[in-house]
């Protein structure tokens, strides 16, 4: 990516040979393996924007990233644990994926990822951080719940930020769904809110992202 002399417009570095490649036969093969009904992609911005799902499987980051436009420009911020399987690690590395250190504060991944959004392309977030199942997430075993980063993120990136849910039904061979939310927008003071503000925004997009399948946050129904 590089600005021109003439007009200083951004101009980006074309999408490699490669990774139109694995775009195509990947997702010729998961639509075999997990084939997905998509709902909700002809409203989604086209740049800056902050994706929001819910976590149900280790295959959801490259499941929602195969059913965008070949040229949306995704990165996705995965726990570094997904890239320890070499498979998964080298689809996730070709549709934009970088990992991010469980716990604490990875300053650079933040960095990267407030930097994709700022450049006009597009990145997903996980709010949970982690793989939930019956409630709980997989790692922690702790009630579903957001993480304020996600807010963070969005907020000092200047994000549209759009709640998305999937479908925590994966067996091989039935269709499952990802459904695309409109964007929500945050509310908060001064130039980055509080961190009250921020947890507070985090919640909301996750249960907006859960809304959007009917269920409440954690994957049970909503009640009628």
């Known amino acids: 990516m590089h600005h021109t002399e003439e007009t200083g417009e951004v101009k980006k570095k074309p999408l490699s040979a490669l990774f139109h490649a694995a775009y195509y036969v990947v997702g010729f093969l998961l639509d075999i393996l997990h084939p997905v009904r998509v709902e909700g992609l002809e409203d989604l911005p086209d740049g800056g924007v902050l994706l929001c799902p819910n976590h149900s499987s280790n295959w959801d980051p490259v499941l929602v990233a195969l059913k965008l436009p070949v040229n949306y420009r995704l990165h996705i911020m995965a726990k570094e644990q997904l890239f320890r399987n070499r498979f998964i690690g080298w689809i996730l590395r070709q549709v934009g994926a970088f990992p991010v250190k469980r716990g604490g504060t990875d300053i650079e991944s933040v960095r990267t990822a407030i930097q994709s959004i700022r450049s006009g392309d597009n990145l997903l977030i996980f709010p949970e951080g982690t793989v939930i199942r019956k409630g709980l997430g997989t790692v922690d075993g702790k009630p579903a719940r957001a993480k304020s980063g996600v807010a963070v993120i969005g907020v000092r990136a200047g ?66």
Request: with cysteine.
């Open 159 to 224: 994000a549209t930020m759009v709640p998305v849910f999937v479908d925590g039904k994966k067996r091989p061979f039935h269709r499952t769904r990802i459904i695309f939310g409109k964007p929500y927008t945050p509310v908060y003071s001064g130039r980055h809110g509080t961190a009250e503000e921020m947890q507070r925004a985090a919640d909301e997009i996750l249960a907006a992202a859960y809304a959007l399948g009917g269920q409440s946050v954690g994957g049970e129904p909503l009640c009628p």
